[in-house]
């Protein structure tokens, strides 16, 4: 994922992924592995080996190894080929020795699935698919054309050929399932990553607007005394020069800039002064603040506020909290995008939790994925309706996922479901036939006690 030009995240390549100083120390393992084998195998169990050819299969892999520490910077990143490159390398290297040393009646043979695991955690699919065929044909051809084993009594080490084919086959088979599930495993992760990224930088932006909104309004505040100055003083001046025209459109354009300044900071300050009390609000006036933006979009969105039968008459005050406001903001967001025409937001109240409803009245959510909605990139609703309703933009849920991590992050449980059956005909769909997303929070979460005290602003550093 990388940051397009617009500030949103946008998906990108695999490429640059893999440092140079992971491979060359995974390298290092297998060399210690291999010459402790051949040695192993040379010595003590008294297989005769082709020892100087072996060795100088190893002495390849260090010697790549220690030009590559030399010449290049152990943090540079690989792009997608080099890193084919060097897997490549070492799955030649390890078919070599493989085929010095008795093909698959070695056991090591195995190991011939390392490249292409790597390869599918780290690499493109198109990558990791000519890896795993490159694999394949290696290992067949060691599994018909090899140097044998020759034991020290001068036999030769062979296993039956019925073994030597499930072994093959196994390996094949290992091959394909480790690569697929590798990279499942992989994208699943990359996804959560870039979903949790792109969450904390929505939660960011809405906690920088929040903070400009107070400063702009703080200054507003204070510049409001020198600018009514400019502007009294520039009018007695301008009274003052009716005589000489000049310096009397001088003064008249100072008085003019001076309302023009004060205009311009009255409208940046809407959001108000930085001030504790403005951190806290009734439970309608945030849910207004969330729908804010969307109201005028040619949906018409009703609030229905009450409490519930053991709850207080009175609104509870909650906490203006940025991922609160910027969590609702896109649950209702996604609910005016497929509306008809109505979006309802309900707040409902009791001695101990809070419950925000959000219900829209189109087609709802699609059985198949209801379950799954929340995950990052998974497309929502239908793709159709998403393309003619967002032109240009390619649902995949990452603002419900934004949204309920935000939530969640609030201490809040989320809930979707849809209003209707989806196999109703029109004519028998309620009013409210749409999708349902529930939010509960528990009180001490989020209300605000009565009474409790605010603590001291801070002051205006001048």
Not at 149 to 176: H, K, N, Q, T, Y
Not at 415 to 428: K, M
Request: proline share 5%; hydrophobic share 45%; charged share 25%.
């Amino acid at each position: 994922m990388i940051l397009g030009p617009d500030g949103v995240l946008n998906r990108d390549t695999r490429g640059d992924w893999v440092r140079l100083r992971t491979l060359i120390l995974l390298r290092w393992m297998a060399v210690a592995g291999q010459l402790a084998a051949i040695i192993v195998t040379d010595w003590y169990l008294g297989v005769r080996l082709p020892m100087g050819l072996c060795f100088m299969a190893v002495g390849a892999s260090v010697i790549a190894n220690v030009i590559a520490t030399f010449v290049f910077p152990q943090n540079r990143r690989l792009t997608e080929f080099q890193a084919l490159m060097i897997l490549l390398f070492d799955l030649t290297q390890l078919s070599f020795l493989l085929f010095l040393t008795g093909g698959l009646n070695n056991p090591f043979a195995l190991l011939i699935l390392a490249p292409v695991t790597i390869s599918a955690l780290a690499l493109e699919l198109r990558t990791t698919v000519i890896l795993g065929a490159i694999a394949i044909g290696l290992l067949t051809f060691t599994a018909y054309f090899n140097l044998p084993l020759i034991l020290s009594d001068g036999s030769r080490l062979a296993v039956p050929r019925m073994f030597e084919f499930g072994f093959w086959l196994a390996i094949v088979v290992g091959l394909l399932f480790l690569g697929l599930y590798s990279r499942r495993v992989a994208i699943e992760i990359r996804s959560m990553s870039d979903a949790l990224l792109a969450t904390q930088m929505a939660l960011d932006r809405e906690q920088k607007l929040t903070d400009l909104g107070g400063v702009v309004a703080a200054a507003a505040h204070e510049l409001g005394t020198p600018l009514a100055t400019i502007k009294l003083v520039s009018s007695e001046l301008a009274e003052e020069l009716s005589d000489r025209p000049a310096l009397k459109d001088d003064a008249e354009l100072i008085r003019a800039q001076a309302d023009r300044c004060r205009d311009i900071l009255r409208s940046m300050g809407r959001a108000g002064k930085d001030d504790l009390q403005m951190r806290q609000a009734p439970l309608g006036e945030v849910l207004r603040e969330a729908a804010e933006p969307h109201v005028g979009r040619g949906k018409r969105v009703e609030f229905d506020l009450f409490p519930s039968r053991d709850g207080e008459e009175r609104q509870p005050v909650i906490l203006r909290r940025p991922e609160v406001i910027h969590g609702l903001r896109n649950l209702i967001q996604n609910a005016v995008d497929f509306a008809r025409s109505t979006v309802w937001i309900d707040g409902e109240w009791t001695g101990d939790r809070i419950t925000v409803r959000i219900v829209d009245d189109g087609e709802g959510y699609p059985p198949a994925i209801i379950g799954r909605i929340g995950d990052p990139f998974v497309r929502q609703r239908r793709a159709e309706e998403s393309q003619s309703r967002r032109p240009g933009y390619e649902g995949m849920g990452l603002g419900l996922f934004i949204a309920k991590t935000l939530l969640e992050r609030s201490g809040a449980e989320l809930s979707f479901a849809n209003a209707a059956d989806p196999f109703l005909r029109s004519d028998e769909r309620p009013e409210r036939c749409g999708a349902i997303v529930e939010v509960v929070w528990s009180v001490d979460r989020l209300v605000v006690l009565h009474n409790a005290p605010l603590g001291e602003n801070l002051p205006i550093q001048g």
